[in-house]
């Protein structure tokens, strides 16, 4: 009497399976042609931390990618009872809202090393930070500047995190390394901390060229090794006389001494497309004004940057420009300079040329010149610029 009853429950239940499974099909395939694709893959409502989700684009939408705990219980998500409408919108992403990047923070490629576009200009090396860091001066850590124990500032300060790669800014013999640079011994209360002296294969004028890389945290080179312009020499670090982590990075010309420093600025290659202003700042009577304030604001963009004049003795000026203020990496174009002198104010308009060095001359209550300096000769010493005439005021 049992076997008829097995049969015929058997009978049913493969019946109402059947009947199941014929539904969900005849469901999937309703929604798939009424969205015009494939089978969508529904995902479980479930929340994943953010190491173990991924994005990435494909087929111009966003798909997340999620690495799940294979042993995790997921709830069950119930099938659309109603076909959904989708509009296609190619060519637009969803990505989250960011702030707007401040305009300094990028730079374009550089122009190639050495740039000499006058026989008075030697851009002769390459930033000794990657372009994927911040890889130039700090607004505040100019060269001519002073900052800590009233030293004057003899290089340009570059931020970077503790770590970062430093590289050769030029080919060259490296001729010191460790501690002890300013005093020409090994010594730990050094203010350059851990540094490297690279004197390099060319030099300018008949003069041999140095560039220094302070602060250290490790270097990678050892005493009368060769480097080419690139090599990673070291990473940045916060030994020495420092508040936090940057490099350190100066320009000697002639000897590796302290007191035969150039502005940076005059030597490392422009992004292209963008220039540097060179200015002479002067009393009335020709004296030159020491840590003055040069306001510069571009016309199109209205970014604005400010600029301090050298602080007297130890710092040296180019033979050419004879400039006590420099500031490089201005995107072309046209500016307004202004300073503030005897209660008045005073400013010019300037256009600052790609991959050239804009020239300016202040003098006192006579304001502003935007002339080029004299070509120097042997033994070249500048007129005395407060008595020239007001050309191109």
């Not at 300016?360 to 020239?388: A, C, E, K, M, W």
């Amino acid at each position: 009497m049992m076997r008829p009853f097995r049969r015929t429950w058997c009978l049913h239940f493969s019946t109402r399976s059947a009947i199941q499974i014929n539904t969900i099909l005849v469901i999937l395939t309703w929604f798939c042609q009424s969205c015009g694709g494939e089978a969508p893959v529904v995902s479980p409502a479930i929340t994943t931390t953010p190491d173990r989700m991924s994005y990435s684009l494909r087929d111009n939408s966003r798909v997340k990618e999620r690495r799940l705990n294979p042993t995790k219980q997921l709830p069950a998500v119930p099938l659309p009872t109603t076909p959904a409408t989708i509009v296609p919108t190619p060519m637009r992403f969803a990505f989250p809202t960011l702030a707007v990047a401040p305009i300094t923070i990028w730079r374009p490629p550089l122009y190639p090393t050495p740039w000499e576009p006058t026989p008075n200009d030697h851009f002769y090396f390459s930033r000794p930070i990657g372009a994927n860091e911040i890889n130039w001066p700090t607004a505040h850590y100019r060269y001519g500047g002073t900052f800590i124990e009233s030293f004057i500032h003899t290089g340009v300060d570059i931020p970077a995190p503790k770590g970062t790669p430093v590289m050769a800014a030029g080919s060259g013999t490296v001729i010191w390394e460790g501690y002890g640079l300013y005093f020409q011994s090994e010594k730990f209360s050094d203010p350059y901390g851990l540094a490297i002296a690279i004197k390099h294969d060319f030099g300018y004028k008949g003069s041999a060229l140095y560039t220094i890389y302070g602060h250290l945290d490790a270097i990678h080179v050892e005493q009368g090794e060769k480097v080419n312009g690139g090599d990673i020499i070291g990473l940045v670090g916060e030994t020495g006389k420092t508040t936090g982590p940057h490099l350190h990075f100066e320009i000697r010309i002639g000897k590796n001494d302290f007191f035969v420093t150039r502005n940076p600025e005059l030597w490392l290659t422009p992004p292209q497309g963008w220039g540097i202003i060179a200015a002479r700042i002067m009393e009335t009577n020709g004296e030159l004004l020491m840590k003055q304030t040069i306001h510069i604001r571009n016309l199109s963009s209205n970014q604005h940057w400010s600029v301090i004049t050298y602080a007297g003795g130890g710092v040296n000026s180019d033979p050419y420009y004879k400039e006590n203020v420099v500031i490089g990496d201005l995107p072309s174009g046209d500016y307004l300079i202004t300073t503030e002198y005897d209660e008045n104010s005073y400013s010019i308009y300037a256009e600052i040329l790609p991959g050239m060095v804009t020239y300016l001359r202040f003098v006192g209550n006579l304001g502003f010149y935007l002339r080029p300096p004299s070509t120097p000769t042997s033994g070249f010493i500048p007129p005395d610029q407060s008595q020239l005439p007001p050309l191109d005021k």
